[in-house]
């Protein structure tokens, strides 16, 4: 479950309050969009369809919500990645969330932080069609095994709901996320016992974090990734991610200099 290692960090360690502000849907938007996930996998569809509905009921529920809470996105693409068929993934998604959201409450660690949250549809509708775009690209050069790779996605949701984000930003984004997958591919297939490699990623993604300078919790996600994925698709898992970073940032960064270029005309 690697996103839960970005909420320990996210929560923890970094207190980010956009993962802080609404503790109700700490537990409830992933435990829904982790429903939809399952549900849309026990579908006749092929694989890009089913990550594109995914996204797009996704996106719809924390509209509803009204929520930015960007962890849903990757609990709602699990039961994709690991082709679930057990409802058992489901439960264990709303009691790690459950506890995650007691603990935050527990410890009033949103304390002061103001509940509501700003949500936009026109970053949201731009995001959806980058992710759409991401997904024809896969299915032109047959990357479809892993399309939805949830850290990139996170990461990049997050980043579209910034007042500012310049290349700078992007690129080392996309280049620690680059390396985190790297290195998380490298240790799991080399080492043997798990608890080493679990040990290991998580002191290299510090590592990672200070020398690149960011504070990104899906950094600590990214190398437990190879973990539920399909064995055969684990080797490809750093090209992909190459590809990913390289499409997802560059839109994002072309969709933010324009957004930003048109609110400098209109003001």
Not at 79 to 108: I, N, R, Y
Not at 122 to 137: E, Q, S, T, Y
Not at 177 to 197: E, H, K, Q, R
Not at 216 to 233: D, G, S
């Amino acid at each position: 479950m690697p996103e839960f290692a970005a909420m320990a960090i996210a929560m923890w360690a970094f207190r980010d309050s956009n993962w802080l502000r609404q503790p109700l849907h700490i537990c409830l938007a992933p435990t829904i969009t982790s429903l939809i996930g399952f549900a849309v996998n026990q579908l006749p569809l092929m694989y890009l369809m089913k990550i594109a509905l995914t996204l797009i009921a996704m996106l719809v529920v924390l509209a509803v919500l009204r929520t930015n809470f960007a962890p849903s996105l990757a609990t709602g693409l699990l039961p994709l990645v690991t082709d679930a068929h057990d409802w058992k993934l489901v439960l264990l998604v709303f009691l790690l969330t459950l506890f995650f959201m007691l603990v935050v409450l527990g410890f009033q660690l949103n304390k002061n932080l103001n509940p509501k949250q700003v949500v936009q549809g026109r970053p949201a509708v731009a995001f959806l069609l980058i992710m759409l775009g991401w997904l024809a690209v896969c299915l032109l050069f047959g990357l479809e095994q892993l399309a939805a790779i949830p850290p990139v996605i996170v990461v990049a949701y997050e980043a579209i709901h910034k007042r500012e984000y310049g290349a700078k930003a992007a690129f080392k984004h996309g280049l620690s996320l680059t390396l985190s997958a790297t290195i998380g591919t490298l240790l799991y297939l080399t080492i043997p016992s798990w608890t080493a490699v679990i040990v290991l990623d998580i002191l290299l993604m510090l590592l990672v974090s200070r020398t690149m300078r960011v504070r990104m919790p899906a950094l600590y996600a990214f190398p437990l990734f190879p973990f539920i994925l399909p064995v055969e698709a684990v080797r490809g898992l750093p090209l992909a991610t190459i590809w990913a970073v390289l499409f997802t940032f560059a839109c994002l960064w072309m969709y933010k200099k324009s957004a930003g270029t048109k609110e400098a005309v209109s003001h």
